[in-house]
């Protein structure tokens, strides 16, 4: 913890009691007379991932640099409005408390030691098999074998997810080198991109990623060919290895993100408004104001 100097702004000094505290005292605590006192601070380019789900609202992982702020750290922002912008449309609401690190619920598990664990497949698309040992070192693996027929290529696995929650995505893949057609895939999870023709091959390649839901749908692995999920493969034999796919519920935010309410008066962990932003936004504008 540094040492605090006198004559700061009350949320100057709360910031800097905390465990990690960064950056310097007097330029974060002139940005936040102009909160207070002026038109307020923008963060003109903020990654972060999103909870939009009423009870459980927050802003997590943020990462950007902005002069006179501490960066990827958004705890000295509590207790102000914060208004999101992403392709012109906006979220707003109000930091309520600083983040303390990332709770989970586990909603999905792989176990392919015993078959196929509910993924499917369409006759046209391919067929799925479990319990497929030895690849890469590995056992108890998912296989999708491609069918020869044109079109796109997937298998699935749904269950429900809550729309606006925000969730950590983790699965590894293995796609053999010198297939006919595979070399890559697009990973959907509730309607939204997580991996998009990655195009690793002969390894065991581990991901993880953040995406908050759109759809009440689950996971959905598209094999593609170059950066297409729509073709023919040549020999009806191009594979895709899948293992350890999992989905866990975010619950709070991680310790440099930080939990909305809904108004400053009312600290129900829901966001004041949305028009319609897309939660999985490369980046957004966050305006921090007093009022």
């Given at each position: ?5 006198r004559n700061l702004e009350p949320e100057t000094v709360n910031y800097f009691s905390l465990s990690?505290?960064t950056g310097d005292q007097f330029l974060l605590n002139e940005n936040i007379k102009l909160i ?186 598209y094999a593609a060919d170059g950066t297409s999920t729509s073709f023919t493969d040549a020999g ?56």
């Amino acid at each position: 913890m540094q040492t605090i100097y006198r004559n700061l702004e009350p949320e100057t000094v709360n910031y800097f009691s905390l465990s990690g505290a960064t950056g310097d005292q007097f330029l974060l605590n002139e940005n936040i007379k102009l909160i207070k006192y002026g038109a307020g601070v923008s963060l003109s380019s903020i990654a972060c991932n999103l909870s939009t789900v009423n009870g459980t609202a927050f802003i997590t992982n943020p990462v950007f640099t902005t002069t006179g702020v501490p960066s990827n750290d958004l705890r000295w922002a509590v207790g102000f409005k914060h208004s999101l912008v992403a392709a012109a449309k906006t979220l707003v609401g109000w930091g309520k408390a600083v983040g303390t690190g990332e709770t989970t619920s586990s909603i999905y598990a792989s176990d392919f030691s015993a078959g196929v664990d509910g993924f499917t497949a369409a006759a046209t698309n391919g067929v799925v098999a479990g319990n497929i040992d030895s690849i890469g070192g590995q056992d108890n693996n998912l296989r999708f074998t491609m069918a020869a027929d044109a079109g796109e290529h997937r298998t699935l696995k749904s269950f429900t997810v809550d729309v606006g929650a925000l969730y950590k995505i983790g699965y590894s893949y293995y796609i053999p080198a010198g297939q006919s057609n595979v070399d890559g895939f697009l990973t959907r999870f509730a309607n939204v991109d997580v991996e998009t023709f990655s195009a690793t091959t002969a390894a065991w390649t581990a991901i993880l990623d953040y995406r908050t839901a759109v759809t009440e749908s689950g996971f959905a692995f598209y094999a593609a060919d170059g950066t297409s999920t729509s073709f023919t493969d040549a020999g009806a034999d191009d594979v895709l290895y899948l293992r350890a796919i999992s989905a866990l519920t975010l619950l709070t935010p991680s310790a440099t993100g930080i939990t909305i309410q809904a108004s400053k008066t009312d600290a129900t962990q829901n966001f004041t408004s949305d028009d319609g932003i897309a939660p999985n936004a490369t980046s957004f504008v966050d305006t921090i104001t007093a009022s």
